[in-house]
């Protein structure tokens, strides 16, 4: 299943955008730079989600060689990156969220990982546009009890012992660089996640158990704009409901065995607890959880036909550890 090399034929910029038009007059022409620096042909596609604002007038204003890929509905974050990634005319594509700017080495380090075979993707180290601080490092595996946690950076202390990348348990869909081939062969984003949270996470947990390999580079930066959007009490409340409900396929997904037999046994009565101490959103989580086992089983069985096809593949807790035994140098978590 990747046993070859795919040539880098060039690369495709594919920019998930959803009323984003106040962000791509910072952010395009970071893009652009960034591009240029390539000794490679490149192309820019914006999959615009059914944007009500000027988006679209924007960008065939002001960047005519710009493809767009219209969604004639509001369809969500997995649904809008798979429509622009198949759209790509190039063999490997950054997905990068319109609120992230490139700053103009940002490929300099990354086209090395993919002389190996096996890596599905890279990421980038990701800070603010107004500060240094770091929002995403590479992403380290934990759990409680046998709930994966969906959070959780690590970087070496020593930035030399970086320079030849870091294991990452996920590709943060801010940022990364995958094979296109590869997305596609795997699925793609699946679209149970919609319309957003943790498909960048499973998607990445899918590539590692089929046997590829997710790298970090820190040297490769790009800036994230800390959002500063006021949601009101019902809103936050929706949006913790899909959060919950995300987490949850997650688990159903990739646990396997006693491990899923535990996780049940574990989550269900906490949630409960949860939902009557008054976190309602977790009885909207559950509600929508339960009612979709056909998608979850239907994703089970996508998944292990590749994992038949596939020369190596790997249980959850095998790629976790795979990542911590690849720690060998004094790290700072956080």
């Known amino acids: 299943m990747h046993n070859a090399v795919t040539t880098i034929t060039g690369i495709s910029v594919v920019i998930p955008n959803y009323n984003g038009v106040g962000l791509f007059q910072h952010t395009l022409p970071t893009v652009v730079k960034a591009l240029a620096s390539l000794n490679l042909p490149s192309e820019i596609i914006v999959a615009d989600d059914c944007s009500t604002d000027a988006s679209i ?4 204003t002001h960047y005519a060689f710009i493809k767009i890929i219209e969604q004639k509905i509001n369809s969500g974050f997995s649904i809008t990156s798979n429509a622009g990634i198949k759209a790509a005319a190039y063999s490997h594509v950054l997905l990068l969220n319109s609120d992230v ?3 103009p080495g ?3 380090d990354q086209l090395k990982y993919f002389a190996t075979p096996t890596t599905f993707g890279v990421m980038g180290r990701i800070e603010g546009w107004e500060d240094t601080i770091i929002q995403d490092g590479a992403k380290y595996p934990s759990f409680h009890g046998v709930k994966i946690k969906t959070t959780g950076n ?5 930035k030399e012992q970086m320079k030849d990348g870091l294991y990452t348990m996920y590709l943060s869909g801010a940022n990364m660089l995958v094979d296109k081939e590869k997305f596609l062969a795997i699925g793609g984003f699946n679209e149970l996640f919609t319309p957003f949270y943790a498909e960048d996470y499973e998607l990445s947990i899918r590539a590692w158990r089929l046997g590829y390999t997710c790298y ?4 490769s930066l790009c800036q994230h704009q800390t959002s500063s959007t006021i949601k009101t009490h019902r809103q936050k409340n929706k949006v913790k409901a899909i959060y919950y409900r995300n987490k949850f396929y997650v688990h159903a997904l990739h646990l396997q065995g006693f491990k899923k037999i535990l996780w049940y046994m574990q989550w269900l009565p906490e949630t409960v607890l949860q939902i009557i101490i008054g976190r309602w959103y977790l009885w909207q989580s559950l509600k929508m959880f339960l009612a979709n086992h056909s998608g979850i089983k239907k994703s089970i069985v996508a998944f292990n036909k590749l994992a038949l096809q596939s020369a190596a593949h790997y249980n959850l807790q095998q790629v976790a550890q795979r990542i911590k035994d690849s720690i060998q140098h004094p790290a700072t978590y956080f």
């Open 216 to 219: 970090f580079s820190y040297n």
């Open 106 to 108: 940002y490929f300099t």
């Open 154 to 158: 690590y970087l070496l202390k020593d």
């Open 57 to 60: 007038e924007y960008l065939r």
């Open 101 to 103: 700017k490139l700053t």
